[in-house]
């Protein structure tokens, strides 16, 4: 088939990918002038790092990465570990496959790259889908400059504020959560004795949590805090803050948090809204993957893993079913239970990590701690529904 992918994101390329190991002719249509992404870091799973060794793109994507030693929940003030999970020397032997922590931007040159090396005319750029049409035989992407282009099947990887999903079901209505996010990324060389420990930290507080981890290599610090806040801001990963925000936001918070919050060039800032899953991802030959019909808060760290898996999900079904629609239907059943079930989790982890008063922060880190201490299989144990599910072998719907 020629299938036309609407966004050149970590969801669309990956779809490009699979899509084109599968025979298919892929047009990517990205409406920047480049391949590039908005944002600073994101954690890859092993249940991810699967479909890139699946594509071929694995080494690639982890030439520049970083791999954490471990996972790790600390008070947000006094920097104390209340929990640690190996993952340095455990992920590859327990879920198949590493543990990575990457740049978005790499991640994108990976993927990119990885393309134009197989189809060298597959992106097209400065290309914005506004609508599509579509008939019994084919569908057709009408961009906003006039330009129609036609293919067999049209996927919504357009993101949060995607447009084909719009004309699918309508205007979106997502939930203000009561949360702001802030995001910063500082090299290692200038925090000092201040730079952040070689894992996914979580660092937990009254109403308030930030997450710590390295990139490329270990030479970037990259830096979450999610604040609650009344007051609405604007859903957008480019927008900006005030430094003395930052500060008073995370006043008396280790000096690991406060550092990084001081020395970095541009502190972004941004609303977290949250939305329940679609009725539905399909409408005829269009269908949708990835932030566009399941976007994720960012407290379980699978929204661009959840796009992933799509992307594989899809190619796979739509290259063994003879009828498209059939093919979509299958898809949208094998994935929705898993990604409502995700969308949950991180939905309940914006609680956990926000205790404000002595007796729930007791009764939810007091167990935490001891399994920890006593019962590390256990911990481990935690993440296996989502760190073990291979999407590149039998199929796991509902899991």
Same mark, same amino acid.
């Given at each position: ?144 400059? /006039? ?5 067999? %099947?049209?996927?919504? +990887?357009? @993101?949060?504020?995607? #447009? =084909? ?124 993957? /990835? ?5 994720? %808060?960012?407290?379980? +760290?699978? @929204?661009?893993?959840? #796009? =992933? ?91």
């Amino acid at each position: 088939m020629h299938v036309l992918i609407s966004g050149g994101g970590i969801g669309g390329l990956t779809a490009a990918l699979a899509l084109q190991k599968r025979g298919h002719q892929v047009t990517v249509l990205e409406q920047s002038h480049q391949l590039n992404e908005v944002g600073a870091g994101l954690q890859i799973s092993p249940n991810g790092m699967q479909v890139f060794e699946a594509l071929g793109v694995g080494a690639r994507v982890e030439k520049d990465a970083f791999r954490p030693r471990a996972q790790e929940l600390r008070w947000g003030k006094g920097g104390g570990r209340i929990l640690t999970v190996p993952l340095r020397d455990v992920a590859r032997d327990r879920w198949g496959c590493e543990y990575l922590h990457v740049h978005r931007a790499d991640l994108i040159d990976a993927l990119g790259g990885a393309l134009r090396d197989r189809a060298p005319d597959a992106v097209r750029l400065g290309c914005s889908v506004a609508s599509f049409t579509q008939d019994e035989t084919s569908i057709t992407a009408m961009l906003d400059t /006039g330009e129609r282009i036609t293919g067999d %099947l049209l996927v919504g +990887a357009d @993101g949060i504020h995607s #447009a =084909i999903r719009t004309q699918m079901i309508g205007p979106d209505r997502p939930r203000y959560t009561g949360n702001v996010a802030w995001r910063a990324v500082v090299p290692v060389s200038e925090l000092g004795q201040h730079a952040p420990p070689e894992t996914a930290s979580v660092w937990v507080g009254s109403r308030r949590h930030a997450v710590t981890y390295r990139l490329r290599r270990g030479s970037l610090a990259n830096l979450v805090g999610v604040v609650e806040c009344k007051e609405r801001h604007i859903e957008s990963w480019s927008a900006t803050g005030a430094r003395e925000q930052a500060l008073k936001d995370f006043k008396g918070w280790s000096p690991v948090i406060r550092t990084i919050l001081e020395k970095a060039e541009t502190l972004n800032r941004w609303a977290l809204y949250d939305r329940d899953p679609l009725e539905t991802w399909v409408d005829g030959r269009a269908v949708l993957l /990835g932030d566009a019909c399941h976007p994720m %808060l960012p407290f379980l +760290a699978q @929204g661009a893993v959840m #796009a =992933i898996e799509d992307a594989f999900v899809l190619a796979r079904l739509v290259s063994t079913h003879s009828d498209v629609a059939e093919a979509l239907k299958a898809y949208e059943a094998e994935r929705k239970p898993r990604t409502s079930r995700v969308q949950a989790g991180a939905r309940r982890n914006a609680t956990l990590f926000h205790r404000a008063d002595p007796i729930s922060k007791m009764m939810t880190y007091g167990p935490i701690w001891l399994a920890g201490q006593f019962m590390p299989a256990f911990a481990h144990g935690q993440y296996d529904w989502i760190y073990s599910h291979d999407v590149t072998t039998v199929p796991q719907a509902g899991n």
